[in-house]
């Protein structure tokens, strides 16, 4: 008959549960670094809002009071995020500015393009990175924190901050890349159907081209596998040097 381990000894199998979460919750939410690539998403993030929703946002498209409110809103908490003028108030700004689009002028008015998980997900990643030191680099705040370093002969605030907001924001794409690719995993799409579709409405119109069928799976099939390998290895960085590029890249193919 085996021997029952004694309780101290299942206990001991036990201690490194707490360690691993400690170490994880290191990882998570007490790591620091460079402010930089938390500013850089920043002002790439005001450009995304201004691509997306400048041209409809115009003051002469909609001259109700809600439309006039909306795109004073939307161009003066864009313009702060942009230039880096209160930055992580700005991006909260930002941020409630397009969770409204999405959900009153989207939803509750019917404008159906503001309804799109794309519109979400730009609203999301504003608020997540008013979570990151992304005041501190490239933006006005840090030069005014300079010139008031520099007058009180003390030196300037050094570029390094709490990096708890980027694993969020790591972890919002994760989930995004998971169910693109979970909502691909079938039948209809792996066997190149609605590549060709796609191909065939925007390329070749009625006429179908020779040869289509083979190339189609197979880039259906790459486009699945990437994306699954996205959603599990960006959170790690051993594996998302090599995920760079290919993601760029299939991002910039879609838009060709």
């Known amino acids: ?28 939410a007490g790591t620091e670094g460079s402010s930089r690539s938390s500013a850089l998403i920043r002002i ?3 450009m995304l809002f201004w691509s997306r929703w400048a041209g409809e946002l115009l003051l002469y498209r909609d001259q109700s009071p809600a439309g006039l409110f909306l795109a004073a809103n939307f161009f003066l908490a864009t313009t702060l ?19 409204a689009m999405y959900y009153h002028f989207g939803f509750d008015l019917g404008r159906e393009p503001w309804t799109h998980h794309h519109a979400y997900l730009l609203a999301v990643a504003a608020l997540l990175i008013a979570l990151t030191p992304c005041d501190r680099s490239y933006s006005l705040d840090r030069y005014l924190a300079v010139t008031r370093g520099e007058r009180a002969g003390v ?22 890349y998971f169910f693109a690719a979970f909502d691909k995993s079938n039948q209809a799409f792996l066997s190149g159907a609605r590549l060709e579709q796609i191909f065939l409405w925007f390329y070749a119109g009625s006429d179908y081209p020779a040869g289509l069928a083979w190339p189609a799976t197979i880039v259906s099939a790459a486009v699945v596998v990437l994306e ?8 790690f960085r051993a594996t998302r040097r090599y995920l760079v590029l290919p993601g760029l890249a299939f991002h910039a193919i879609i838009y060709v």
């Not at 108030?89 to 397009?98: E, Y």
């Not at 030196?155 to 995004?176: C, D």
């Not at 699954?228 to 959170?235: I, T």
């Open 1 to 28: 008959m085996p021997k029952m381990p004694a309780p101290a000894d299942a206990l001991a199998d036990w201690r490194p549960a707490p360690a691993m979460a400690a170490r994880f919750a290191a990882w998570a």
């Open 44 to 46: 790439g993030l005001a």
């Open 81 to 99: 995020l942009f230039i880096g003028y209160h930055s992580r108030l700005a991006a909260v700004w930002t941020g409630s500015v397009g969770l």
């Open 155 to 176: 030196p300037p605030p050094a570029e390094r901050g709490n990096l708890w907001g980027l694993r969020l924001i790591v972890v919002q794409l994760s989930v995004l």
């Open 228 to 235: 699954y390998c996205l959603a599990f290895g960006l959170p």
